[in-house]
């Protein structure tokens, strides 16, 4: 699946904030895991946080949710600051990647567990779970065993457990890392059209951008601790902060150039940049839809050193003579064959002069 400025924090038109992040620092022995970190989530809102392994997206979860406590900075939930207030008070719901349900309970019961603990009366508690169950595609299986789901209904149920108490704020921690490719895809769009329905807020973690994209309002980037960038998901497929944002959105035709007017000078040659572009020492990053291939006595002269199926498309790896290899996207019938000589020319549009 695949589709701001550097930074984070409330944009005109998106309302008042429910959470809010304030020079947020967790200190472990190897470093800092959040340094020193703003970010706003407005109610509503939809907010998912990328990055690799380490890069501090489920500390910043768990700072939010009360499991991990500041170094500095603040954390406050509708204007309130949370330092002092413990997790279960906080009213926030967390849903995690393995989902936790409970095996010894039955699926309704599961879902009422957080109502119990708030001592809602029974008759309200299974009304709530039978809303729930409807509401996330598993009706009537209130008495279903849990290991008698597949995978896909496990983490609806445990969806609809983090749902029941009616959290101000709603946070999923890779919530489904452990389904497969075409589960997760299927369900992630089920996910934005109950969250749509409901209104409701939601911070998640997660590690795959294409899951980010078509769940969020807004996507946020983090590298070691910080926020590398911070948009919405279309603005940071196509202009991306810098190379680490690039690259981690798995675009690999990154290099360095010397931008002088609409022209950079590169490994690869010289290259159209749009009108406008920062000039000097730059990094340029170039789509792979903006690598056009042509006869082989035109442009760049490259050999096809490899083709991945994508699906939609044919990703044509080609490598240069004493120059970085470039990927081209390629239609399924147009896609030229491993060994073949090509000659490369490059479109601006799909060009960015990258910060």
């Known amino acids: 699946m695949t589709p701001a400025h550097a930074g984070a924090g409330a944009e005109p038109g998106r309302g008042p904030a429910l959470l809010s992040l304030t ?32 890069s501090g997206k489920s500390t910043l979860l768990r700072a939010v949710a009360g499991l991990q406590p500041l170094d500095s900075g603040r954390v406050l939930l509708e204007g309130r600051d949370q330092a002092r207030v413990p997790a279960h008070q906080r009213g926030v719901g967390l849903m995690f990647q393995d989902h936790q349900l409970f095996p010894q309970r039955d699926v309704g019961r599961n879902v009422a567990f957080g109502l119990q603990t708030r001592a ?26 849990v290991a008698s ?35 997760r895809e299927r369900l992630v769009v089920e996910l934005r059209e109950l969250f749509d329905e409901l209104g409701t807020t939601v911070l998640a973690v997660t590690h795959d951008q294409g899951e980010a994209f078509a769940l969020a309002d807004r996507v946020v980037v983090m590298r070691e601790g910080r926020i590398a960038q911070a948009g919405s998901p279309l603005e940071v497929w196509q202009r991306p902060a810098d190379a680490f944002v690039a690259r981690f959105l798995g675009f690999d035709n990154v290099v360095d150039a010397t931008v002088s007017g609409e022209v950079a000078d590169t490994a690869w040659g010289k290259v159209p940049v749009p009108d406008g572009s920062a000039q000097g020492a730059q990094t340029l990053l170039v789509r792979p839809a903006g690598v056009r ?63």
């Open 23 to 54: 020079e947020a620092t967790v200190r472990f022995p190897g470093g800092p895991a959040l340094d020193g970190v703003d970010l706003e989530v407005a109610e509503h809102e939809i907010v998912c946080v990328l990055g690799p392994s380490g």
């Open 120 to 145: 809602v009366p029974r008759d309200q508690r299974e009304l709530r779970v039978r809303e729930l169950l409807e509401l996330v595609g598993l009706p009537g299986a209130g008495r279903r065993a």
């Open 149 to 183: 789901l597949s995978g896909g209904e496990q983490q609806r149920v445990a969806l609809a457990r983090a749902l029941a108490p009616r959290p101000r704020l709603l946070m999923l921690d890779e919530p489904l890392g452990q389904l497969d490719r075409s589960l």
């Open 293 to 355: 291939l042509v006869p082989a006595k035109e442009g760049l002269r490259c050999r096809v050193a490899a083709r991945t199926f994508r699906g939609t498309h044919v990703a044509v790896h080609l490598q240069p003579t004493d120059a970085p290899r470039l990927e081209a996207a390629c239609g399924l019938r147009d896609a030229p064959a491993v060994g073949d000589a090509v000659g490369v020319v490059f479109d601006p549009d799909e060009v960015v002069v990258l910060g």
